[in-house]
């Protein structure tokens, strides 16, 4: 078996050195036998199979990428060494970065404080502002309140005076209308006791003018 000529490295790229081009090795030549070939037997298919390749002694190619990082490759295979160095520089990165962090965030800090007193300030003073405000309204709010009141109460007070007055006089005019009205029902009921009485007494003179005309008319006529 011949081993891939192409091998593709997907090592760890901290640099960001983009991706490697696939590296090309170099193949062993290949064998020709002018006879006739050997056959070899195939291996029973119950055992595992092995290829066994001649013993080679390749040739090794060392590199050195950067410090604490090693590429070692030769013809059958591709290794990478990574030393103490490269952590050690990510270690003072890291507190590099870090130091220059806490600078600005002090700084933050210290504005965020200053922030907040501002705004406890001007919350403080707000409650005040709205204590007093509301305390004024509420003693707004109490003398309307009063005023309302008494005006209502002297309003209610004047409608029950304009109504007994209205009262009273309608009370008195049904007495003068109610006198009134029996005065005229009684010169009525004289004015016909009188008429009654005249009629009775004419009534009683003719009748006995009638009579008396009559006695004479007897008196005077022949005898039969």
């Not at 078996?1 to 050195?17: G, K, R, S, V």
């Not at 195939?42 to 080679?56: G, I, R």
């Not at 200053?114 to 305390?135: F, G, P």
């Not at 003179?205 to 005898?223: D, H, N, T």
């Amino acid at each position: 078996m011949h081993p891939n000529p192409l091998i593709y490295c997907t090592c760890w790229d901290p640099w960001n050195l983009g991706p490697r081009k696939l590296i090309k090795t170099p193949q062993p030549p290949i064998k020709t036998s002018i006879g006739k070939p050997k056959l070899t037997p195939l291996p029973p298919a119950a055992k595992k199979q092995s290829y066994v390749q001649p013993p080679t002694k390749p040739a090794v190619e060392v590199i050195n990428v950067s410090p604490g990082y090693r590429l070692i490759r030769n013809r059958d295979q591709i290794s990478v060494t990574l030393g103490e160095e490269m952590f050690d520089k990510k270690k003072r990165s890291k507190s590099e970065i870090m130091d220059r962090i806490k600078i600005p965030r002090t700084d933050i800090i210290t504005d965020l404080e200053e922030q907040i007193s501002e705004l406890t300030v001007i919350i403080e003073q707000m409650n005040r502002d709205h204590q007093s405000a509301q305390k004024l309204l509420s003693d707004e709010m109490a003398l309307r309140c009063a005023e309302m009141q008494e005006n209502f109460e002297n309003k209610n007070r004047e409608l029950k005076e304009a109504h007994a007055a209205e009262l009273n006089q309608l009370e008195n005019n049904y007495k003068a209308s109610l006198k009134a009205e029996k005065l005229a029902a009684q010169e009525k009921l004289e004015h016909l006791s009188f008429s009654k009485s005249v009629y009775t007494r004419k009534h009683y003179f003719k009748k006995r003018e009638a009579g008396a005309y009559y006695k004479v008319l007897l008196l005077f006529s022949p005898q039969m």
